[in-house]
Nanobody, 115 residues
């Protein structure tokens, strides 16, 4: 079992920045990749960014150039640095980890971009 805990969400003005964190605990060996998803009200959950165990990253087109995903293996923590935030980025952001073929999800953290 892998437990994931997100933090760092909140209210920010358009153009502002936030950094989300996802701390992994439990049996964390062999996590193939980790990712950030988000779900806005009335919309389906969508992939924002992912990072493999080897450090390869991939981003949704809507966040390329603004968001950066990273991980600190020593701290078992993944991050999402979000810059130039826009109101359309408002959503609950979820952390996901895949161990072998088993997905694990965090509880989510709310990000609200509003003036």
């Amino acid at each position: 079992q892998v437990q994931l805990a997100e933090s760092g969400g909140g209210l920010v003005q358009p153009g502002g920045s936030l950094r989300l964190s996802c701390a992994a605990s439990g049996r964390i060996r062999s996590i193939n990749f980790m990712a950030w998803y988000r779900q806005a009200p009335g919309k389906e959950r969508e992939l924002v960014a992912l990072i493999t165990s080897g450090g390869t990253t991939n981003y949704a087109d809507s966040v390329k150039g603004r968001f950066t995903i990273s991980r600190d293996n020593a701290k078992n923590t993944m991050y999402l640095q979000m810059n130039s935030l826009e109101p359309v980025d408002t959503a609950v952001y979820y952390c996901k980890a895949v161990q072998y073929t088993i997905p694990y999800w965090g509880q989510g953290t709310q990000v609200t971009v509003s003036s």
